[in-house]
């Protein structure tokens, strides 16, 4: 099989920046349910002012599996930040300060959670963290919406998670943990929050108090939920092209990239490859499965691509092998319970859609009307949301929604 160019191919929501290190400058403390481990002032790069490292003291925080090979390690700046730990234990988080973040003049915070396989630094500081292709198009800039809101005069900040595609319930718990400690910081009663992608997910479940029994329900401390490439429905990009995806993950295939595989088997060079480690069968993504949800019926599978049948619905097919989004669905999918729980009607909710789908070097979403990623429908859908204030569509791919100027300046608009 001709090998594929995924050397230099971006992680599908965004890749692990590598960045220089910096040290700790305080002890750990603890305050709460939550310990301060370290807190970093030098040495910081992409503008950052302070980084702090938390532990949730919660029990429920086990320690969650991460790809053999090392290609969900963290790297960089982000590993040193969690005591170069290159897989930080799932309870750790690291809290980002923007410049101005105890002086700016706007009175409501703002949390910026980023999405799966990216970090505070590329996701909101540094674009072009990643290099060439790492923000959805050949050339990425050096800044992004942290700088653009500090500017402004917002008090920003950022969480960072210890696992790139982390349980759903871990993350919505430390975003609640983070706007917490941003109220005590700041003084302020609520905090705004801009979730991406699986971020937008999670900070959704927070406000919809979508928890296990050990989990923070809503405190009423939301003031706005701004949702940027939101999976509202959930999507199911990965099984609509799975052969495609397969050759970026299969290491036999020449695969690197850091994404749940919709097959435990495939054919690569003549030999059939087993890897339920990588796909969504595994255990190496927790949170991966949490946004699955079928659009079969609303826009039809491609009959063009290899194996197309049993890649979505399950079997043995020409080159792969696997049980079917249904099966990884009834594993764990959050769409249905996040939707049923709702937000509270108190917390106006945005949608920002790309319908552009152009992400390079990526098989992008082409069946239906998408950001390369995500339909349009699904990002923009109103199922259970309370208080649904706006929703846009830009002409822009998944991995560009919280840069590019367009997005940049819609956010600020909608913050108020």
Partial sequence: MRRRPWGRLPAALGMVAAIVLAAPAAPASATGSVTLEATYTSGLQNGWAQVERYK???????????????????????????????RPHSSRFLLYSAPGWQTGSKPVPVLLVHGANQTADQAWANPNAAGAY????????????????????????????????????????QIADAVSLIRAKTGAAQVDVVGWSKGAFNARMYVSSLRKSWGTAYRGDVRKLILLGGPNKGFDWGYRHGWTHDFAIFPECGGTLNAPAPHTKMVCYGLWRTHTDLSYEGDAYPGSDDMLYRWDDVYP???????????????????????????AIDRGSLVVPLINAGTPASVPVYQLCGNTPD???????????????????????????????????????????????????????WLG
């Avoid at 050949?138 to 982390?166: D, E, N, R, W």
């Avoid at 049948?309 to 249904?326: C, E, K, L, M, N």
């Avoid at 098989?363 to 950001?371: A, I, R, Y």
């Fill in 301 to 327: 599978l491609s009959t063009l691509e290899q194996d197309w049948y049993t890649t979505y619905y399950g079997g043995t097919g020409f080159y792969t092998a696997g049980r079917g989004i249904q099966y």
């Fill in 134 to 173: 790492g923000c959805g198009q050949a050339t990425c800039p050096s800044t992004g919406l942290m700088q653009s809101l500090s500017g402004k005069g917002y008090k920003v900040f950022a969480i960072g998670f210890p696992h790139t595609t982390g349980d759903g319930y871990y993350w919505s718990e």
């Fill in 56 to 86: 949730d003291n919660s029990s429920a925080f086990t320690a969650e599996a991460y790809p053999s090979d090392g290609r969900g390690d963290q790297t960089g700046q982000t590993r040193r930040l969690f005591g170069d730990v290159a």
């Fill in 359 to 413: 992400m390079a070097l990526l098989h992008n979403e082409h069946t239906g009307p998408s950001d390369g990623a995500v339909f349009v429908a699904s990002c923009s859908a109103p199922d259970g949301i309370g208080n649904r204030a706006a929703t846009a569509v830009l002409g822009l791919n998944h991995l560009k929604l919280g840069w590019a100027s367009g997005a940049v300046n819609q956010v600020a608009a």
